[in-house]
């Protein structure tokens, strides 16, 4: 099955710099590729997600890039609030029956 | 409804009973999954409905767990027997086809066994 690392497992940002977070996936005929952000105590949900026939997106201060020569993709957040702080998962869609497989989280805090 | 329900939202279980826990997804979903997450932890796939395809039940954790959906309806996670370590956060996510589209999840069904 699809395997989807995820990196780091925790990020602590000053409030106004950027933050990075990093996939890879070993499926290559991945194509859809979702980020959930979750918040204490509360249900993922999605953020923004990108399509393999597109290298990058952006929503605001949020912004995905996809590389599907190196099979990997990544979540930057610019000018980091504290309502940033969360988990973030990273996900990608797979095989013929499209399963999703998530990273393992990324804990992001913004310090004031 | 407009989300994907779930119930209980919190059960507490003596240690050794069977519990039985419900997702409605959302309405015309063909996709289903169900997670559980333990505290501080990440998502662990448990099984996966998509349409009439048999069910991808590799991330049932022992033979305990069980999961059936009704056509492209509710789905219900039965643990028999629990223990102490299946205290998680047990979470359904649905989607409209799992083709490449956002996956809505519940709110949880918080499980405590003590």
């Known amino acids: 099955g699809e395997n989807v690392e995820q990196h780091p497992s925790t990020l602590s940002v000053q409030e106004g710099d950027s933050a990075v977070i990093k996939c890879t996936y070993s499926d290559s005929a991945s194509n859809y590729f979702p980020w959930y952000k979750q918040e204490l105590g509360k249900r993922p949900q999605l953020i923004i997600d990108?399509?393999?026939?597109?290298g990058e997106k952006k929503d605001q201060r949020i912004a995905v890039t996809l590389n599907k020569t190196a099979k990997h993709f990544s979540l930057h957040i610019t000018e980091t609030q504290p309502e940033d702080s969360a988990v973030y998962f990273c996900a990608a869609s797979i095989g013929n029956d499209y399963k999703l497989s998530f990273g393992a989280g990324t804990t992001v805090t913004v310090r004031a | 409804g407009a989300g994907v329900s779930q119930s209980p939202s919190n059960k507490v279980t003596e240690k050794g009973k069977d519990v039985e826990l419900r997702c409605d997804p959302i309405?015309?979903?063909?996709?289903l999954y169900w997670y559980r997450q333990r505290l501080g932890q990440g998502l662990e796939f448990l099984i996966y409905f998509q349409g009439n395809s048999a069910p991808d039940k590799s991330g049932l954790p022992s033979d305990r767990f069980s999961a059936e959906r009704t056509g492209e309806s509710v789905s219900t996670l039965t643990i028999q027997r629990t223990q102490q370590e299946d205290s998680a956060v047990y979470l359904c996510a649905s989607s409209w086809t799992g083709k490449g589209t956002e996956a809505f999840f519940g709110q949880g069904t918080r499980l405590t066994v003590v």
């Open positions: 990108i399509r393999s026939n597109v």
């Open positions: 309405s015309g979903h063909t996709a």
